[in-house]
């Protein structure tokens, strides 16, 4: 290999790297975020009060014991003469250090339960899209729409062309030279179409996998869930605010497991019926079209 190949596919391999190490964070990263995403959902705002509330009691759980044990050793050192009690336990103590835990984790696991199960609630949704994993790619399936089955709307969805194209090893491109269109570096965060979903609705999501177990997740909808073969799990959202949304896989399902994000685009729920319509109406005409063309008689010699 040519010695700059070796030093693309190192340069590669490094943003690659530090891409999806921000992706553990939150799959369209910003400068020194060190916290979950507020997320703009019901449930995303739940599970970051969760996460709050979780990071609060571990701090102060922190300032007790680290407190005591810097108390410990500077009051009681031997350099001023202390001695050591000598007894083997305390029924007293190991009854408050038993209680005061499980209190604290019931306490902790009663909101966490209402969520959850909150999140599995799918009754009275609006809108259903099937979410299936492959390697390594989604596939988004419409099936139906405020009460009325969706025609044929579907497609899969990859990493965008110009990231798939950097990261092979012998392309000579860098990967910093992919751009959003505001500028930014967004390298492996594209995709060539992007899942179109409305504002204010509560849409049920249906995700099963293609052949290995995937998982979707998008961290500004405040969940992830595993797409298993033969399986369906299933979960909902409603967004409130228009915007891109990025998430990744988050299962290792193979070798381009790091290659396969997701991007979902949340716009007003009119601009979404227009997109949609468009779509029913593209289906309808690609049907017509092939039904037109099968119905040609072929002559002699015609293929």
């Known amino acids: 290999m040519r010695f700059g190949g070796i030093r693309n596919g190192a340069l590669a391999l490094a943003v690659a790297t530090g891409a999806l190490s921000a992706a553990a964070v939150r799959a369209n990263p910003r400068p020194w975020q060190l916290n979950l995403p507020e997320g703009v959902t019901e449930t995303s705002h739940a599970v970051w009060d969760l996460n709050m509330a979780s990071f609060l009691v571990c701090v102060g759980i922190g300032i007790v014991v680290f407190g005591a044990m810097i108390i410990a050793m500077f009051r009681f050192r031997k350099s001023r003469g202390a001695v050591a009690e000598k007894w083997s336990h305390s029924t007293k ?32 949704a609006q809108m259903t899209i099937k979410v299936t994993g492959y390697q390594w790619k989604w596939r988004y399936d419409y099936l139906d729409y405020e009460g009325r089955t969706v025609k044929k709307v579907g497609f899969m969805s990859s990493l965008a062309f110009s990231s ?115 779509q029913e109406d593209g289906a309808r005409l690609d049907k017509a079209a092939r039904t037109a063309q099968a119905s040609i008689p072929h002559g002699p010699g015609q293929g």
């Open 93 to 124: 103590l190991e009854l408050v250090w038993t209680i005061v835990p499980v209190l604290i984790l019931a306490g902790l696991a009663w909101p966490a339960t209402k969520v959850l199960l909150q999140n599995k609630n799918t009754a009275g």
């Open 164 to 278: 798939n194209k950097v990261r092979q090893l012998d392309s000579g491109l860098s990967p910093y030279s992919v751009k959003a269109a505001d500028g930014s570096n967004d390298y492996l965060l594209n995709v060539d179409h992007l899942l179109v979903v409305p504002v204010g609705v509560k849409i049920r999501f249906l995700v099963t996998g293609g052949d290995v177990i995937h998982s979707w997740w998008v961290p500004d909808l405040g969940w992830k869930m595993d797409a298993i073969p033969g399986l369906v799990n299933a979960a909902w959202t409603n967004i409130s605010k228009p915007g891109i949304y990025r998430g990744q896989c988050a299962e290792l399902c193979g070798q381009d497991h790091g290659f396969m994000p997701i991007v979902v685009k949340a716009v007003p729920k009119a601009q979404f019926e227009q997109w949609l319509a468009a």
